[in-house]
């Protein structure tokens, strides 16, 4: 059974939705991993920033490979 072409197009919106959402969010990681930087320059971080660093740290570089892994893969 296909599907009608209105959902096609709903669906394919909530896709682009996803997908800038997603740009959102690494555009925000980014921001926040310099900030902390900033931060860690003029003071100690403490342990929740540390922590926050930390991950910003591995998961920013990380989301970059996979994102462009999948654009090559399409």
């Given at each position: 059974?296909?599907?009608?072409?209105?959902?096609?197009?709903?669906?394919?919106?909530?896709?682009?939705?996803?997908?800038?959402?997603?740009?959102?969010?690494?555009?925000?990681s980014?921001?926040?991993?310099?900030?902390?930087?900033?931060?860690?320059?003029?003071?100690?971080l403490?342990?929740?920033?540390?922590?926050?660093?930390?991950?910003t740290?591995?998961?920013?570089?990380?989301?970059?490979?996979?994102?462009?892994?999948?654009?090559?893969?399409?």
């Amino acid at each position: 059974m296909q599907n009608p072409k209105g959902a096609d197009y709903l669906i394919t919106i909530l896709e682009n939705i996803k997908e800038l959402t997603s740009i959102l969010i690494f555009i925000s990681s980014i921001i926040y991993r310099r900030q902390l930087k900033l931060t860690k320059w003029k003071r100690k971080l403490s342990k929740g920033e540390m922590t926050m660093y930390i991950i910003t740290s591995i998961a920013i570089p990380f989301y970059g490979i996979t994102y462009f892994i999948l654009l090559l893969g399409t």
